[in-house]
Antibody
Framework: QLQLQESGPGLVKPSETLSLTCTVS??????????WGWIRQPPGEGLEWIGI???????YYNPSFQSRVTISVDTSKNQFSLKLTSVTASDTAIYYC????????????WGQGTLVTVSS | AIQMTQSPSSLSASVGDRVTITCRAS??????LGWYQQKPGKAPKLLIY???SLQSGVPSRFSGSGSGTDFTLTISSLQPEDFATYYC?????????FGQGTKVEIK
């Protein structure tokens, strides 16, 4: 059974960089059949698509994050990561990692999510 | 970016009711739409993909329809475990965009 698990600091100071890792177990991140993505949800609000990555490193990002976001993949560790720079309080959210079939845009497996709070 | 508008934003219904949630895209998206259910404190769960295909393991009381700009999620007979928030997500173009959500509450 595929599982995804987010990890990283739960508290980040304003202007610093948010860094999260998603560890995939029960399947290979190097499969050519899937993208791997990040989605976030501010407390009490809706969902926001951040971006996706293929195991080759090919990425698609949400332009609303301008150049603040980077998603990378480490196939040797079966992990992919999210970095968001220059964070503000509005980046406080639950961050989810998820799997997306290459041939379709839906997210079929999700991590449990991790709350990241931006505060000094 | 394509805007996805869900309606209603919330609704109250009783167990056994037929419930319909709609999602409208700001431009045509073929059938590139999925529906998700989210319960408090949990990750979203995929219900429907490609507008009308039922995800494995999802009860058959859930169904989806539509293409182009107008889409519908229907719950044929609402069950106690269906009280949740529902989101649509378009995958026609990047960035993928979610609807704002529809909260289904107990009447």
């Amino acid at each position: 059974q595929l599982q995804l698990q987010e990890s990283g600091p739960g508290l980040v100071k304003p202007s610093e960089t948010l860094s999260l890792t998603c560890t995939v177990s029960g399947g290979s991140i190097s499969s050519s059949s899937y993208y791997w993505g990040w989605i976030r949800q501010p407390p009490g609000e809706g969902l926001e698509w951040i971006g996706i990555i293929f195991y080759t490193g090919s990425t698609y990002y949400n332009p609303s994050f301008q150049s603040r976001v980077t998603i990378s993949v480490d196939t040797s560790k079966n992990q992919f990561s999210l970095k968001l720079t220059s964070v503000t309080a509005s980046d406080t959210a639950i961050y989810y990692c998820a799997r997306r079939p290459y041939s379709g845009g839906w997210f079929d497996y999700w991590g449990q999510g991790t709350l990241v709070t931006v505060s000094s | 970016a394509i805007q996805m508008t869900q309606s209603p934003s919330s609704l109250s219904a009783s167990v056994g009711d037929r419930v319909t949630i709609t999602c409208r895209a700001s431009q045509g998206i073929r059938n590139d739409l999925g529906w998700y259910q989210q319960k408090p404190g949990k990750a979203p769960k995929l219900l429907i993909y490609a507008a009308s295909s039922l995800q494995s393991g999802v009860p058959s009381r859930f169904s989806g329809s539509g293409s182009g700009t107008d889409f519908t999620l229907t719950i044929s007979s609402l069950q106690p475990e269906d009280f949740a928030t529902y989101y649509c997500l378009q995958d026609y173009s990047y960035p993928q965009t979610f609807g704002q959500g529809t909260k289904v509450e107990i009447k």
